[in-house]
């Protein structure tokens, strides 16, 4: 299993892809060569012993002549010798006249068809199980009287031509394979040579001190440089997250701090007296910046889950509607007493999204919470479908135009005088970029100068549902 | 050996081959006559419960054969050897009917281009054994033709022809002494008749590939009306017998034994060049007992064997880690470049071509017949031949037996 998954194309390592692309061409070229250097060999060895044959079959036919009313020959015996070679081949040689007709030889041997402007033909033969090379050569009489034709045909055995063949095959051979050999060690090297960098990026990766989010700093080539510089770039921005993270850190004890400090002092402060009365003006006072400071620590608490990036809470199809008409029921009760008017408008059918619930309800308490805690005496609620959208209008002071990008910021107040933490729209934009739901701000009644109101909607993904 | 024996074996070999008669006419049956009248084919029983058969056809005599196998037997107790004493051409015959399914494993005989052309049919198994890869390259053909006896061919004179003249050591003093002595030598010479025996045309091919002066040689026997025998042994008995005094290639091994019991002979092998005869042994291609005739060659090329060739038959070893008397060393240290042993080579092929012969035995008809032409003229016959003198003293002395 492991090896067939170390094998498999995507997961073969650079070394091997540049092995086997270059090695299998280099072993299909060495098999093309040895293949041609064979053929070449045996043809060499074929021409060496072919003229052999060709000054044998020359050698008897100068003995041919006419005599006693037939072609007659006296067989020199060194033609014979010639033949036989240091391979001390078997040989056989035979004389035809002009119509095929056998004269004399020490075996009938086959004709073979005559070439173009040769007067000798070659040919591999089978005769009685041997394996021969037949050489035929066409003459006639050269005489005042008569010319007749007549067929000199020699033959040898093939031992000596294959290993002669043999011979010249193992040289290229050797050659072929001392010159594979090298190019292999070349190509290994280069390979090695080539991927180098990339074990120098390796080696300065794994050396850094894993806190540090310095820029790496590495003389590279080209095609890794831009490597280099992706990673740089992710460097960057995770030393952006790091600082927005202390940040965040810095301003929510500092947050913190200042409603402990006040507690300590009204604490302290009502210590010093006596009377039961200051003391319950005391407590009061203490038990109203708890619960901020509390609801404080739980949007902190919230914030920090929604930018967890390792937790990416479960999706589930959620009715918007049902959602909606559920918070503005559990805020109800609270908004009324406080004077303020809370209201939900919903189609009369459900409209679903693809979203963590819990998550949604976050942003919409969030929203009908900011808009009351910034002055809203009129709170509305409205889904719409196609696209589905979540909107919150209020009759509020609004937002400056100006502000609008900055409220989304974790401890931005929109106004020095809100009670807010500062935390509620940030909350709200971190669930909207988890979800790809597109937050618009603007005044929802543009031409009233004092209370414009502020008109915030989440459009959903199309593909959300 | 009696004349009845010879008429009979030639007749049963004419039956058989009457295929080949035309080249039984050519009677290479020369050597077999030699032979006394003995059984055709020897058996030695194996010694041991389980034997195999090993089957030879040989052209070598029983005497000179006999040490042999029972030297090989002794080795070899296991092996059952039958041993078929034929004529060359028989032999020749005999195998090429035998070509789809032979009967023989080994195949020894002394008719090189007969031996060499069934080789080069493809009628032999090679042989790797390291006593064949060893053998001298001039004595085998690949590793499926052997040489394994070395016998000069000679000249023969009687002991009272040096009382009148010097005896012949060379061809060329041969063809001098025959020019010069032309009416003493009258009918007093014997040669081969290449006509009529297969030996003596090979003799006469390769003489007259060795040097053009053959035929001044063939036309000064022609001169002399010397006589012409078909087999060594007739030239032999002739020469004992006191009607030839001057023999012209006799067949070495046959004539050292000959000799041996006939003060009266004296053999020369010729200083300028010895023809050298070499029996040819080789394994038959799909022998039906190829273990046991690989032994039997590796045993022909083995030292102990050669040894015993040397010393025991007039066959001569040569085996190049064996010398002495009766070894092809012993005869190249005395005579050196003149030694001209057969090539074993398609050049034998050669010599078995019809038109080849026809035309080697006109040519030689003619320069024998063309005695008319001098000697009856008043012309000094050697005059456009003066032949070089050689000295008579370096004559070997290891050559008269």
Redesign the interface.
Known sequence: MILSRRWRLSHLSLYRRLMIWLLCPLALLVAIMLLQAWLASREAADRAFDRLLDAASLSIAEQVRWQQSRL???????A??M??TDA?E????ALYDAQGHF?????SLPSLPAVANDQMSYGNVTS???SLRLGVRRSRLEGWDRSDRFEVRVAQTREGRWALANQLFMASFVNIVIIAGLAMVVVLLSARFALEPLTRLRRAIRERNPRTLAPLELALPRELAELRQALNELLARMRRVRANQERFIGDASHQLRTPLAGLSARAELALRQTDPAVWREGLTTMHGTATKTARLAGQLLSLTRLNNPEATPARHPVDLAALAQRCVREAFSRHHRRGVDLGVEIPDRPVMVSATEWQLEEALNNLIENAALYGAGRITVQVSDAPARLTVVDDGPGIPESQRLLVLRPFHRGQEAGDGSGLGLAIVDSIARAHDIRLNLQPATPDHPERPGLCIALTFPADAR | MTAMTRIRRGAIDLTRVAVFWVRITVGLAALALVTTAQARTLHVAAETASSQPLTIYGVLDPPQVRPLLADFHQRNPDIEIEYHNLETLALHARVLQERNAPRADVLMSPAMPWQY?LA???LSEPLDSPAAAAWPSWAR??QELFGFTFEPIVMVYRRDLAQRMAPPTSHAELLNLLQQHADVLKHRVVTYDPRRSGAGYTYAIEDA?ISARYWDLVEALGQSHSALETTTGAMLEGLSDGRYWIGYNLIGSYVQDYVATHPELVMVVPQDYALVLQRLVMMSREAPHPAAARRFIDYLLSAPAQRLLASHTTLGAVHPGIDGAGTAADLRARLGDAIRPV?I????????????RQ?LLEQWQQAFDNHSTFTDGPMEPSAPFSPTPVPTASLPEASQP
């Open positions: 007659w020959m006296d067989l020199p015996p060194s014979l010798e033949l036989s001390e078997r040989v056989f040689y004269v004399t030889g020490n075996r009685r199980g041997m | 052309e080069n049919e493809g053909w690949r590939r090539q080579g398609p050049g034998l092929l050669a010599t078995l071509d019809t038109l080849k035309t």
